[in-house]
């Protein structure tokens, strides 16, 4: 299916500046269809959700409709989805409702591939109750992580696994349902961090394997808020701190206070407009993202082949995306040279490529690039051959 870059950027005012954005890893520009969304939840009349005045039903039809949305992304039940302030903030909270069930000889095992937000909070809710944390390890040779890195640390204690769907630093696809099978099969759960998978390819909660699942609506062109997936049987087996007065039904007894409605039904417009990406397909709602995602995929990869062989004419440039999978997320460094110089020159030429270890510490430190890290190239469904075209000038001239 074509994919029509140009109708996408169309639909994005903060693309009028002029800026050629690889700047998508650390969050998206925002369509005006989730724009007026927003303003238009705030422009009607709200108050707690409820069936009575026309403030609470506005309210309880834009969760509802939210829970749909991201259902249908994920390949979740609506009663399986979770908000909240964001994707670390959701993990936090399931780590020491998990934790309670833990027991001091107990394991749990991280990844050094993962964005912090899939370490710490595991690691720290396994130290508070004396658990033994057990390391991943991952080629830095090749930017990959397979399953027998996972299996080797698994044992019959191990309670919960934690790993990404795909690396925001460099981009590694891990198998993920061959992982989930081996944590499966050594008894214990599946824990997925898709905050940067989900902006790439379609996520199937059961396809993967995981038990449950996060991702960030602000990285896939929405507003900044995190959600979680997860089945609503096993929420129901889970007991989070919550205040007494609450409700205890699931998914509501894991979000903490009033929900943000206006940015619910911003999410909910990221999904209906990526659900549009592939205009000539029909059916579901979720017929119709698998159909955007196969085209979106598409698109990104020329893009991103494009990319890779003009990052191989610069000399002294390396590339540390390898991965025989990988989402179109290219880090990279130049020799003798700062990698925040190089964003900053990067940026007086209108292109914007942050640099830095984008929160993924452990898997930067083991890149070699210690607390620095490198220029990161992300892409997006607003990405062109333009913008490549001006990525690759920039960088041809920095020596100028």
């Not at 039903?57 to 509802?64: P, S």
């Not at 049987?233 to 409700?247: G, Q, Y």
């Given at each position: 299916?074509?994919?029509?870059?140009?109708?996408?950027?169309?639909?994005?005012?903060?693309?009028?500046?002029?800026?050629?954005?690889?700047?998508?890893?650390?969050g998206?520009?925002?369509p005006?269809?989730?724009?007026?969304a927003?303003?238009?939840?705030?422009?009607?009349?709200?108050?707690?959700?409820?069936?009575?005045?026309?403030?609470?039903?506005?309210?309880?039809?834009?969760?509802?409709?939210?829970?749909?949305?991201?259902?249908?992304?994920?390949?979740?039940?609506?009663?399986?989805?979770v908000?909240?302030?964001?994707?670390?903030?959701?993990?936090?909270?399931?780590?020491?409702?998990?934790?309670?069930?833990?027991?001091?000889?107990?394991?749990?095992v991280?990844?050094?591939?993962?964005?912090?937000?899939?370490?710490?909070?595991?690691?720290q809710?396994?130290?508070?109750?004396?658990?033994?944390?057990?390391?991943?390890?991952?080629?830095?040779?090749?930017?990959?992580?397979h399953?027998?890195?996972?299996?080797?640390v698994?044992?019959?204690?191990?309670?919960?696994?934690?790993?990404?769907?795909a690396s925001?630093?460099?981009?590694?696809?891990p198998?993920?349902?061959?992982?989930?099978?081996?944590a499966?099969?050594?008894?214990?759960?599946?824990?997925?961090?898709?905050?940067?998978?989900?902006?790439?390819?379609?996520?199937?909660?059961?396809?993967?394997?995981?038990?449950?699942?996060?991702?960030?609506?602000?990285?896939?062109?929405?507003?900044?808020?995190?959600?979680?997936?997860?089945?609503?049987?096993?929420?129901?087996?889970?007991?989070?701190?919550?205040?007494?007065?609450?409700?205890?039904?699931?998914?509501?007894?894991?979000?903490?206070g009033?929900?943000p409605?206006?940015?619910?039904?911003?999410?909910?417009?990221?999904?209906?407009?990526?659900?549009?990406?592939?205009p000539?397909a029909?059916?579901?709602?979720?017929?119709?993202?698998?159909?955007?995602?196969?085209?979106?995929?598409?698109?990104?990869?020329?893009?991103?082949?494009?990319?890779e062989?003009?990052?191989?004419?610069?000399?002294?440039?390396?590339?540390?995306s390898?991965?025989?999978?990988?989402?179109?997320?290219?880090?990279?460094?130049?020799?003798?040279?700062?990698?925040?110089?190089?964003?900053?020159?990067?940026?007086?030429?209108?292109?914007?490529?942050?640099?830095?270890?984008?929160?993924a510490?452990?898997?930067?430190?083991?890149?070699?690039?210690?607390?620095?890290?490198?220029?990161?190239?992300?892409?997006?469904?607003y990405?062109?051959e333009e913008?490549?075209?001006?990525?690759?000038?920039?960088l041809?001239?920095?020596?100028?």
């Amino acid at each position: 299916m074509a994919f029509d870059v140009g109708a996408v950027r169309a639909q994005i005012p903060a693309l009028k500046s002029g800026t050629a954005r690889f700047d998508a890893p650390g969050g998206t520009q925002t369509p005006q269809p989730v724009i007026d969304a927003i303003s238009d939840t705030l422009a009607n009349p709200l108050a707690n959700r409820g069936r009575t005045t026309q403030g609470e039903r506005n309210a309880e039809a834009v969760v509802t409709g939210a829970r749909e949305a991201l259902a249908d992304l994920l390949g979740g039940q609506p009663r399986g989805t979770v908000f909240g302030r964001s994707a670390t903030q959701l993990v936090y909270d399931l780590s020491r409702t998990l934790a309670k069930t833990w027991a001091a000889g107990d394991e749990v095992v991280v990844t050094r591939l993962d964005h912090d937000a899939n370490i710490r909070p595991w690691v720290q809710a396994a130290e508070a109750v004396g658990a033994t944390v057990r390391w991943a390890d991952f080629d830095p040779a090749t930017g990959e992580l397979h399953p027998e890195q996972i299996e080797a640390v698994l044992s019959s204690r191990t309670r919960l696994v934690a790993v990404t769907a795909a690396s925001n630093l460099i981009g590694t696809r891990p198998d993920v349902p061959a992982i989930a099978d081996l944590a499966h099969r050594a008894g214990a759960l599946l824990h997925v961090d898709a905050v940067h998978y989900a902006s790439h390819a379609a996520v199937d909660l059961t396809a993967l394997g995981a038990d449950t699942l996060v991702c960030s609506p602000y990285k896939f062109l929405g507003p900044h808020l995190g959600v979680l997936a997860s089945s609503p049987d096993f929420l129901e087996t889970l007991r989070p701190d919550k205040l007494a007065p609450s409700t205890d039904v699931v998914p509501e007894r894991f979000e903490l206070g009033t929900l943000p409605y206006e940015l619910l039904a911003g999410a909910r417009a990221a999904v209906d407009f990526l659900a549009g990406l592939a205009p000539e397909a029909s059916g579901s709602r979720r017929e119709r993202l698998l159909a955007a995602f196969t085209a979106l995929e598409a698109h990104e990869e020329v893009l991103r082949s494009r990319i890779e062989r003009g990052l191989a004419e610069i000399p002294g440039l390396t590339v540390y995306s390898r991965a025989a999978r990988r989402t179109p997320t290219l880090l990279f460094t130049l020799a003798g040279r700062e990698s925040a110089a190089v964003s900053a020159r990067l940026a007086e030429r209108g292109v914007d490529a942050p640099a830095g270890t984008f929160y993924a510490a452990e898997a930067a430190r083991r890149l070699g690039l210690a607390d620095v890290g490198g220029v990161r190239v992300g892409l997006a469904p607003y990405s062109s051959e333009e913008d490549v075209d001006r990525l690759l000038e920039a960088l041809g001239g920095l020596g100028d």
